[in-house]
């Protein structure tokens, strides 16, 4: 009977370690570096280790300075996602590379029309589609255009709305909110509402690609190093905040007895659950590290241009510990390898993929480079040639990949001859 009431008792001790350990795991270098800062503020138990001021230095972090995309990549891979035409794509990726630094598109809709030799339904088409795309304005003709299309991506709007947006936009800025009301019909209220949102529109809407096309920096939180024993993997402490627990305070609670229900109690274990979570976090970091330095050595040593490419299950089992745990240690890392910076994630295959897509994507580039230029593959036959050799895939699953890899289709690589 006693043993039975223990039970729950231990268990609802251990749910406020379990939650806390999945954060832990789920946190790149970075964001445990801010969570150690916030600990240190907040637990007088925890206190920082500090650097050697000559540990880390400005330039260390130059090379893991990578860019975002410009404007014209981001919409284009959006763009190249969706099931369309051959048509459709030709004429939406012409407007995408016509568009200017703001984000918009001058060009006449019959000059497209001509040069690509379409009709002019088919320009007001694809045109349509690429300002769909993120950000709401993008391909816009005009500043009223703009302005219209980002209220629609919000609401349904009306009639009176739009007639208002495309042809008296100036009367609206000016407060010209008798006059509208005649022409219109529409009450004052609902003018000076319109009014208002719009005023919070970006007229440039090309500049939000401007904003975020800014250095970003992605600190492997492990590195892969070759030795003459081969490859070996580590922990990147160099840029890792490092803390530990008073112990003195630890000593000061555990003799103030009539102090066991207090906040510092709580501050002490989660100080102890930190600290276990961080241990538990490198053993299994180091692990993972290990697994991919002692698997993917032909990749790693530039034999084959792709890894191999194992299942979380694997690697979990490999571990001694649970898929979802490894989930969460992969999640949004990277490893600095002796060929490159990669997500860890890289190294793993999705269940639901019957295919390593990075052997096929190397497998679909090398397909294209060799075919007969005046007979080029079609989406099909690249389907049947890889099935041939083991990549089971169907058709649609190499239209997928050709987008993504940038080649055109097969119409678009013939060449003819005069």
């Not at 407060?175 to 005023?199: C, F, H, Q």
């Amino acid at each position: 009977m006693v043993k039975n009431k223990q039970k729950p008792s231990v268990k609802l001790k251990f749910v406020p370690y379990m939650a806390l350990r999945a954060r832990v795991l789920e946190m790149n270098l970075l964001e445990l570096n801010e969570f150690v800062n916030q600990l240190v503020v907040s637990n007088p138990f925890i206190e920082e280790a500090r650097y050697a001021p000559e540990t880390v230095q400005p330039n260390d972090f130059e090379k893991y300075i990578a860019k975002s995309e410009d404007m014209y990549e981001n919409l284009l891979h959006q763009f190249r996602m969706l099931n369309l035409d051959e048509t459709t794509e030709r004429v939406g990726e012409f407007i995408i590379k016509g568009l200017n630094e703001d984000g918009y598109f001058t060009m006449p809709l019959g000059s497209v029309s001509k040069q690509l030799n379409v009709s002019l339904k088919d320009v007001e088409k694809a045109l349509k589609i690429v300002q769909s795309l993120d950000p709401p304005g993008i391909a816009a003709r005009n500043l009223p255009e703009c302005l219209l299309l980002q209220l629609e991506s919000q609401e349904k709007v009306s009639p009176k709305i739009k007639h208002i947006i495309l042809n008296h936009l100036k009367d609206l800025g000016d407060e010209n909110y008798s006059i509208l009301s005649k022409k219109t019909g529409l009450k004052v209220d609902t003018l000076k509402a319109l009014r208002e949102k719009i005023s919070h529109f970006t007229v440039s809407p090309g500049l939000a690609f401007k904003e975020s096309h800014i250095k970003k920096i992605i600190v492997p939180d492990l590195y892969i190093l070759q030795t003459e024993n081969g490859f070996e993997a580590h922990l990147n402490d160099k840029f890792m905040r490092k803390f530990f627990i008073n112990d003195n305070y630890l000593k000061i609670l555990k003799n103030n007895k009539k102090n066991t229900d207090s906040e510092f109690v709580r501050m002490a274990e989660q100080a102890k659950w930190t600290l276990q979570s961080f241990l538990e976090r490198r053993k299994m970091l180091l692990e993972v590290g290990n697994f991919v330095a002692n698997n993917e050595e032909r990749f790693l040593s530039g034999i084959i241009p792709f890894p191999l490419k194992h299942t979380v299950s694997e690697v979990a089992q490999h571990l001694g510990t649970d898929e979802s745990s490894v989930s969460r240690l992969v999640q949004n890392k990277y490893i600095e390898t002796p060929v490159g910076i990669f997500p860890i994630k890289y190294f793993l295959q999705h269940k639901s993929k019957p295919y390593n897509d990075e052997e096929l994507k190397i497998k679909i580039k090398e397909l294209v480079s060799s075919e007969d230029k005046t007979h080029p593959l079609t989406d099909e036959q690249i389907a049947n040639i890889l099935s041939k050799s083991g990549l089971n895939i169907k058709r649609r699953t190499v239209v997928k990949y050709r987008k993504l890899l940038k080649i055109p289709s097969s119409s678009k690589r013939r060449l003819t001859n005069h």
